[in-house]
Every structure is written in structure tokens, then in C-alpha cells.
């Protein structure tokens, strides 16, 4: 199924517009939606999932699509940049009816963000996807190591001041735009470290990754656009029926996560799903360095 759309302006006639818009296999389809709500699940249950989930399932299945291996993993990191945009937006909105956002911390954050973030995309773009995918395997395998063992940072005496917020928001959008991470493994000890109250820690990181998903999605359509693939509905390194997909359902199962994590062993489960990130970024290596 697809629509076309087309504007001619008069005179001259020719065509400023065109959007061919068409859905892939159905069975592409139900991978792309069992992959949102799996994404959602997680990211509400245990505020971690996003891009550690989807950008190795991404990378398989773009191999799978015969898209051509120097660009799969560029193609999955925008895919799923994008499809963060929309879950970070409903994380804000319910951390910010729980007042659980320091605001003052966003608004002084967001400029090195937004710039860390939008500069590491360009940096992203010219490196191959073999070691696009090593960085993203070792960065998970700290990240699990760090939830395994439940490790958290000491926390320091005094709040950074705006340059060093600045600074770190710098580094954290950089690191954020080269796994497709909304930052919140990053942001929330960081947070934590400046004497930030957890539930706070994790609410305000929730905030920071609408303008991190903003930014990289920004990036990556820009650094991809004329990338050519075999594979329509592609803008830049955004593959637009996942990005509908994926967010169409993750929307509604975050919140269902959140409300299991009230019931569920969420240390244990914690245990389980580190396992399953360092499980899937081995794979993810193994198949684009094969």
C-alpha cells in the first residue's frame, strides 16, 4: 500500500515536493511492532532499553533487507535516534506531572547537548560501520557491567556551574549520538553525582533526551541525505516505516512497564536485561564484522 503526493506550483511547472510513502512486508511490520512494544517495556520498567534494544535488532534487520553493510549500522543508530523522539516526549510529560524535572538543570544543559549531540553525528557519518559497531559493543558492555553490578557514583559536595554543565552536556550528547541512547545511562549518574535526589536524577534525564533525540535525528537525516538505498521511505539514516512503528506502539507499553516496576523484582530483572544487552551488541559485532 502507499501514497504519492505531489505539488506543481504554476508557472513553471515542476514538481518541490514529492513523498512516496510505502509500508514494508507484513512480517516486517509485526518485527517492527513486537520491537516498540519491547522497547516501551523496558524503558518504563527499568528507564533503560532504548537504543541498546533497537539499534542491534535494527542492524539485523537491515542485513536482512540486504542493505549494504558499510552503512547498516549508520542506518540503524538513525532509525532508532528517531524513534526515541516521540518516547522521550512521553517520559517528559509524565516525570513533569510528577514534578520530578529540575528544570533550571534542562535549560542550562540543553545548549551543550544539543551541540555535543548534532557534532557527533557528523563524526558518525564518516566512520565505518565495523567500528561504529565496536564503540557501541564496548559502551554496552560498560553499561551492562555498571547495571549488573548495580554500580552507583559517590556523590560530590556542590552542583556544576553552567560552563560545566555546558561541558557535560557536551560529552553526554556526543556519546548519546554515537550508541542512539536518549543519554539516560549517562545523564542520571552524572545527575546522581551532583547530589541530585535519584527520582529527580531520572526524571530530568528524561527531559534532556527530547532535545538529545531532536538533534541526533536532525544530524543523521542531514549526514545521510543522498545515501542511496534499495529500500524506500529512507530519509538521510532514517528509516521512516520503523520510526512509525516502533514509536506507535512503545508510546503505550512505556507506560505499562512503569507500572509493573512497582511489582516486579526490578533488581533481578535488572541482572536479566544486562545479559540480554551485552548479548545482542556480541551479535550485532559479530554479524557486521563477519
Known amino acids: 500500500m502507499g501514497i504519492y503526493i505531489s505539488i ?6 515542476f514538481t518541490i515536493f514529492s513523498l512516496s510513502f510505502y509500508m514494508p512486508d507484513i512480517h516486517w511490520i509485526i518485527i517492527f511492532l513486537l520491537l516498540g512494544a519491547v522497547v516501551g517495556l523496558m524503558a518504563g520498567l527499568l528507564g533503560v532499553g532504548g537504543g541498546g534494544i533497537m539499534v542491534p535488532v535494527l542492524t539485523a534487520i537491515f542485513l536482512a533487507m540486504h542493505i549494504p553493510v558499510d552503512k547498516v549500522v549508520h542506518l540503524a543508530l538513525g532509525t532508532s535516534m528517531a524513534s526515541i523522539v516521540i518516547t522521550s516526549f512521553a517520559s517528559l510529560r509524565a516525570h513533569h506531572a510528577r514534578a520530578g524535572v529540575i528544570w533550571d538543570i534542562v535549560k542550562r544543559i540543553t545548549p551543550g547537548i544539543l551541540l555535543g ?25 560498560i553499561v551492562s557491567t555498571q547495571m549488573f553490578l548495580n554500580k552507583k557514583p559517590a556523590p560530590g559536595r556542590s552542583r556544576v556551574g553552567t560552563l560545566g554543565l555546558f561541558l557535560a552536556g557536551n560529552f553526554i550528547g556526543a556519546i548519546s549520538a554515537l550508541v542512539s541512547i536518549g543519554g539516560g ?3 542520571v549518574p552524572f545527575l546522581a553525582w551532583q547530589n541530585i535526589q535519584l527520582k529527580k536524577a531520572i526524571g530530568t534525564s528524561a527531559a534532556i533526551g527530547l532535545p538529545i533525540a531532536l ?32 514509536s506507535l506502539v512503545s508510546f503505550f507499553t512505556a507506560p505499562v512497564g512503569a507500572q509493573l516496576a512497582h511489582k516486579l523484582p526490578v533488581a533481578t530483572l535488572k541482572k536479566i536485561f544486562a545479559f540480554l544487552l551485552l548479548s545482542l551488541s556480541i551479535k550485532m559485532l559479530y554479524s557486521v564484522w563477519q
Do not use: D
Open 215 to 246: 538533534a541526533g535525528t536532525l544530524g543523521y537525516i542531514i549526514n545521510g541525505w543522498g545515501s542511496h538505498y534499495q529500500l524506500a521511505n529512507t530519509i538521510g539514516f532514517v528509516y521512516l516505516p520503523a520510526v512509525f512503528l516502533i
Open 185 to 187: 545511562s549517562l545523564t
Open 8 to 13: 506543481y506550483p504554476s508557472p513553471p511547472f
Open 117 to 141: 549531540t548534532f557534532l557527533a553525528t557528523f563524526l558518525a557519518a564518516y566512520m565505518n560501520s565495523r567500528y561504529l559497531a565496536l564503540f557501541f559493543s564496548v559502551f554496552m558492555a
